[in-house]
């Protein structure tokens, strides 16, 4: 079993700029795939960034050039800072990951981007 324990997140001004972050309770080196979710009030979940053991990244097209995922393997944390953020962006966003079979979740981080 892993758990993810999530901090960051809060209230931004339109263009500011926040660092999630991501701790696992167990080493993440043999982790796959790490990704970041968000879901806005009334959308659905949607997937924001990956990355995987080999540090190959991916990020939805409307992230792209302001988010950047990255994941520390000596403190087994995965990272999402975001830049340029607009309101749009505003959700709540999770962690996530498969591990030996099962997905698991950080609990969830409500990020604001409001004037």
């Known amino acids: 079993q892993v758990q993810l324990v999530q901090s960051g997140g809060g209230l931004v001004q339109p263009g500011g700029s926040l660092r999630l972050s991501c701790a696992a309770s167990k080493s993440i080196f043999r982790m796959d795939v790490m990704r970041w979710y968000r879901q806005a009030p009334g959308d659905g979940r949607e997937l924001v960034a990956s990355?995987?053991?080999?540090?190959?990244?991916d990020y939805a097209d409307s992230v792209k050039g302001r988010f950047a995922i990255s994941r520390d393997n000596t403190k087994n944390t995965l990272y999402l800072q975001m830049i340029s953020l607009k309101p749009e962006d505003t959700a709540v966003y999770s962690c996530n990951v498969d591990y030996l079979g099962y997905m698991y979740w950080g609990q969830g981080t409500q990020v604001t981007v409001s004037s």
């Open positions: 990355i995987t053991r080999d540090g190959s990244t």
